[in-house]
């Protein structure tokens, strides 16, 4: 990847064409320029078959000029560097910083490319794209242009796989303030595209990982375990950690279970409403008194307790 920074100030990560691919869009366009050029010529001699030698022979230079130096450049610049060879290849050629190109961009590389190109048969631009750290040829020099790739194969999505059951929960007590963020970002690397190395590339790399893992915790990896697997189940408790973490100050918490029970959630006070949900519905009727160790006391007589509740305007018949 290459790295390019606009005139905004935005860093953009592209990738450069090397030079199989670009010699492959070149060899295409070529390809339609000569079948291009040789229709044009015979065209041309036909229609100059009366003319004199002289005149015959500016005719072809100006027909040279136009479809092999001419039409590349009108192609690339209406086409902003995707010419048929390019697009075909998954090509585009950008400036320095990332922007589309303009004629003056165009114009450079088609001129420069006729003595690079055409005249010395490709062996100039292929030595200076060898030479070249982003495989730019003499004409992308001089314009300040690089041919990039826009068909870049699109990347698995970043899915850590997790470790076996029996690795679950048993690297609870690691201490893993001391690891750094690039290891961290080193182990999910490797956890995700681990499938896609060579076995022993990949167990090299995670015994190197898991070595280094082990000395900023400060405990070596159990014996018997497999490095990768190792570090699946510290990446998995580091992933617990942070989740125990953001949800501590969440609307519910988990009490501890009562014996022979399940766990019940219990939010907090004040966090979403009352600190044990809604009030309970009040019962429709009232339950009577509990009777008391003490004597029964005596009837109360009925025009007493009508006397002490208020009145309803319902009279109980006689």
């Known amino acids: 990847m290459s790295e390019l920074v606009t005139g905004e100030a935005v860093a953009l990560e592209l990738r450069p064409a090397r030079l199989p691919s670009r010699a492959l869009a070149v060899l295409l366009d070529l390809i339609v320029a000569i079948a291009g050029y040789i229709a044009v010529s015979l065209g041309l001699l036909a229609a100059t078959a009366s003319l004199d030698q002289a005149a015959q022979v500016a005719v072809s230079i100006a027909s040279f000029i136009l479809v092999l130096v001419g039409a590349p450049i009108a192609v690339e610049t209406l086409s902003h560097g995707r010419s048929l060879g390019k697009l075909a290849c998954g090509l585009r050629v950008v400036r320095d910083d990332g922007g589309p190109i303009r004629f003056r961009h165009a114009l450079v590389r088609g001129a420069i490319g006729v003595i690079e190109i055409l005249l010395t048969f490709g062996v100039v631009a292929c030595i200076a794209s060898l030479v070249s750290a982003r495989g730019r040829r003499l004409g992308d020099v001089f314009a300040g242009t690089l041919v990039v790739r826009e068909r870049v194969p699109q990347a698995r999505s970043g899915f850590v796989p997790p470790p076996p059951p029996w690795l679950a929960g048993r690297f609870s007590g690691l201490d893993l303030s001391a690891v750094p963020d690039g290891l961290w970002l080193a182990v999910r690397q490797y956890l995700t595209r681990m499938q896609q190395l060579d076995p ?28 990768a697997a190792y570090l699946a189940a510290v990446v998995q408790e580091r992933q617990a950690r942070e989740a125990r973490r953001a949800f501590a100050g969440g609307p519910a918490a988990t009490a501890p279970a009562p014996t022979g029970g399940w766990p019940h959630p219990v939010p907090e006070p004040g966090a979403y409403g009352p600190p044990y949900g809604p009030p309970a519905a009040q019962p429709a009727f009232e339950a009577p008194p509990a009777p008391s160790a003490g004597p029964p006391s005596p009837p109360v007589p009925h025009e007493e307790r009508s006397a002490e509740r208020p009145g309803t305007g319902f009279v109980p018949p006689a």
């Open 200 to 227: 022993q590339v990949g167990a090299a790399m995670a015994e190197r990982l898991a070595a280094d893992l082990a000395v900023r915790t400060g405990t070596p990896v159990p014996p018997g375990v497999p490095s």
